[in-house]
């Protein structure tokens, strides 16, 4: 049973308009949110994450949104670049702070901004 | 400035062969982690440690072991390799809540 799930495998979008990213969680005691990009042969790039107890973090040009009653988040990217394809990965950990807080991943979403 | 460094970064073997994929992190980090990524997938953990001399199971720890035995390295072991083993393994260490760091992965062929 997936606890992290990214529904969109792909999603394409022009430069300079803006990149939703979308992700759902079933886990309600998933209390941080992590988004990656990894680009191939590379290890994930931590991007942006966001507490449960927020509703938006926001960094440059990307923004993460938690719903937590519908166990959703989204990251928008804006303006897109070229430069952001990538897969990006949405991620959640949950313990106290000396617990092991294992990552839970989606299965990406590959983002292609086109020129 | 190394971060998590992942030795090798390519590797094929022959089913029932054995190897030892190591992760050395220069961060003096606790938690250290190791995941594999197969196509289509997340990434899915395997084991980690919360620090010298423990280990623990994550989601997938069948077919592998792991030691950490100093605080810096934490070694991946497959003892009898099969094809399914076949994936890029990512290891990973963290310093406070959100704090992951992620080294650039191995990339593993059981024929």
């Known amino acids: 049973d997936q606890q992290v799930k990214q529904n969109s495998p792909s999603l394409s979008v022009q430069e300079g308009r803006i990149s939703i990213l979308n992700c759902d969680y079933t886990n309600s005691m998933f209390d941080y949110f992590l988004w990656y990009k990894k680009y191939p042969a590379e290890g994930p790039t931590f991007l942006i994450s966001i507490s449960s107890i927020k509703d938006k973090n926001e960094d440059g040009r990307f923004t993460v949104f938690l719903n937590k009653s519908a166990k959703h988040l989204s990251l928008h990217i804006v303006p897109s670049q070229p430069g952001d394809s990538a897969v990006y990965f949405c991620a959640a950990s949950a313990g106290d702070s000396g617990s092991a807080r294992q990552l839970t991943f989606g299965s990406g979403t590959q983002l292609t901004v086109l020129p | 400035n190394a971060g998590v460094t992942q030795t090798p970064k390519f590797r094929v073997l022959k089913t029932g062969q054995s190897m030892t994929l190591l992760c050395a992190q220069d961060?003096?980090?606790?938690?250290m982690y190791w995941y594999r990524q197969d196509p289509g997938m997340g990434l899915r953990l395997i084991h980690y440690?919360?620090?010298?001399?423990?280990?623990a199971k994550g989601e997938v720890p069948d077919g592998y072991n792991v030691s950490r035995l100093k605080k810096q390295n934490f070694l991946l072991g497959l003892e009898s390799a099969a094809p399914s083993q076949t994936s890029v393994y990512f290891c990973?260490?963290?310093?406070?809540?959100?704090?992951?760091?992620f080294g650039s992965g191995t990339r593993l062929t059981v024929v």
């Open positions: 990973a260490s963290r310093s406070g809540v959100v704090g992951y760091t």
């Open positions: 440690s919360v620090g010298e001399g423990t280990t």
């Open positions: 961060m003096n980090h606790e938690y």
